[in-house]
């Protein structure tokens, strides 16, 4: 570092609030201090503990800018170590400037580290890129006004109409000021939100929504400024498009063809089987009955089943249970699939008695009454349930969790291209020796029209198109999917066209 025996002032950002989320930079300068202002409201006082023993802390929560000058000056000429501390990045909304401005006049050098930004931490908790190629390129840091107000030309409304991914700070207090002037600005009111109120802390909260009901949600949740509001359609996954950067179709100068057999392999996401069947929804909160409602309002062949205490939030379509277990008995065999909103826990209690096998059993997909997760619970494949929790994940703009190992490898395992493809597998118990086969590499022959082959496994080099059975042998293949079986000694998937389709 250049001029290192200058005793220089720090600004530091001391990260979003995670004690290791400091960068080592911030930590040493820590260590180092005689005297640390730190922004209270916002810096974890943790990474205080960092500090030698005799240097002094001052939280500058209750204090004005000449305050703090005014103690940054009388260390620096006792010739100590002065460490400003600020929440994420300073650069963001630190209110640095005005502090430097001040030193310049007094002469007093200065240096800044940078730090985790908020934005970054929660974009981070949530698990999104905040631009992702076809939705947007473009991140906006930006707030309403409040104390201070946003010049001219900068209101949410104007910034509304470039439609980029919008990272708005201490703003949630406006939350529906907010989502007024985004509807206004052309947003469309179905657009993703989420708001991550103290990210990367133990108390984090998230809340999910779009639009149109995101202020109501973090009321209800009671959030209040330590929250970032994040809003585009980059927070729907299923408007997330491949980059270029890893595309294996596309070489740039640091690397040449990926030849990787997983990154040839069909996309998942780019799944259009929607869950086709009946499906029921089981209810037992308040919560969880606007939930299923939202789902009803854009799925057909859904019925929902509520407690009879809720009867006066049901109309006559909603059918109202006395005891769920009995309910959920007589019902078990009338519908393709069950969603429930619930307690996973309170689901494998019930359904524990009802379940028989993998060929029959229908979807089971667990909700929380939020819809910030869909848990694919049972019959994941064949039974659909991994697209059905895709569907509802997306409907209610929460994450489906899917376990099934194939289906994270992004690999689509015969089982479930035989139910997309409204086949059927004659000897299921083979079903997992196979799937276990495309996990491991193993070269396997596929005997199943061409077009099915061309859709789901062309790309992978260990699956083999074949017309000619009678060239299939133990040495070159360790397994045959087909949909006849011939006479050879060799493990043999067996798949049939179904005759009725649900
Ligand atoms: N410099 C900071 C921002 C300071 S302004 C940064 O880079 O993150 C304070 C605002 O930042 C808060 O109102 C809130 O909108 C946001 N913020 C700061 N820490 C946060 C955290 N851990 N989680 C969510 N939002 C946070």
Redesign the pocket.
């Known amino acids: 570092m250049k001029n290192s025996h200058i005793n220089k002032v720090i600004f530091a950002?001391a990260g979003?609030?995670a004690p290791d989320l400091i960068t080592l930079r911030c930590l040493s300068a820590i260590k180092d201090a005689d005297l640390i202002i730190y922004a209270g409201s916002?810096v974890n006082p943790e990474i205080l503990k960092y500090a030698k023993k005799n240097s002094k802390t001052i939280d500058s929560s209750g204090m004005t800018l000449s305050e703090i000058i005014s103690e940054i000056k009388k260390a620096w000429e006792k010739k100590q170590k002065v460490l400003r501390l600020?929440?994420?990045?300073?650069?963001?909304?630190?209110a640095i400037a005005e502090q430097m401005t001040e030193l310049d006049k007094l002469k007093i050098p200065y240096e800044i580290i940078p730090?985790v930004?908020?934005?970054f931490?929660?974009a981070a908790e949530i698990k999104s890129e905040l631009t992702t190629p076809g939705t947007s390129q473009t991140v906006i840091l930006t707030?309403t006004s409040g104390k201070t107000p946003v010049p001219q030309g900068q209101e949410l409304q104007k910034l509304a109409q470039h439609k980029a991914t919008l990272a708005?700070?201490?703003?949630?207090p406006f939350i529906s000021k907010i989502t007024n002037e985004l509807i206004c600005g052309g947003y469309d009111k179905n657009t993703p939100v989420a708001v991550?109120?103290?990210?990367?802390?133990a108390d984090?909260k998230i809340i999910r929504g779009n639009i149109a009901n995101i202020a109501k949600k973090i009321k209800k949740a009671n959030i209040n400024?330590?929250?970032?509001?994040l809003v585009g359609d980059v927070l729907n996954k299923k408007k997330w498009q491949k980059s270029k950067l890893y595309d294996p179709e596309f070489s740039h100068n640091f690397r040449n063809k990926i030849t990787s057999s997983k990154a040839k392999l069909i996309s998942l996401s780019s799944n259009t089987n929607k869950f086709k069947g009946k499906i029921a929804i089981f209810t037992i909160t308040k919560t969880s009955l606007n939930t299923a409602k939202k789902i009803t309002q854009n799925k057909n062949h859904c019925k929902i089943f509520a407690p009879q205490k809720l009867k006066k939030y049901c109309n006559k379509s909603i059918i109202l249970y006395k005891e769920l277990g009995k309910t959920l008995k007589e019902n078990w065999k009338k519908f393709d699939a069950f969603i429930f909103i619930m307690a996973a826990g309170i689901v494998v209690r019930y359904i524990s008695n009802l379940i028989t096998e993998k060929t029959i059993d229908p979807a089971v997909v667990v909700c929380d009454q939020y819809g910030n997760y869909a848990i694919s619970l049972l019959s994941g494949h064949i039974g659909g349930a991994n697209r059905l929790a895709e569907d509802i994940a997306a409907l209610l703009n929460g994450q489906p969790v899917i376990t099934t190992a194939t289906d994270n490898c992004r690999i689509i395992a015969f089982d479930e291209m035989a139910s997309r493809e409204n086949y059927k597998i004659i000897n299921p118990k083979l079903i997992k020796k196979f799937n276990v086969m495309l996990l491991e590499n193993k070269k396997i022959a596929i005997h199943l029209p061409k077009n099915i082959f061309d859709k789901y496994y062309s790309k992978n080099k260990n699956l083999k198109y074949i017309t000619n059975c009678s060239l299939v042998n133990r040495k070159n293949y360790s397994g045959l999917v087909t949909t006849k079986k011939i006479k050879i000694k060799i493990p043999q998937l067996i798949i049939k066209k179904n005759e009725q389709s649900k």
Not at 168 to 172: G, N
Not at 196 to 201: E, N
Not at 225 to 229: L, T
């Open positions: 950002g979003p609030g916002l600020h929440t994420g990045d300073p650069a963001i909304y630190g730090g930004s908020s934005v931490a929660a707030r708005i700070f201490l703003s949630t991550i109120y103290k990210a990367s802390w984090q400024r330590q929250a970032i509001i």
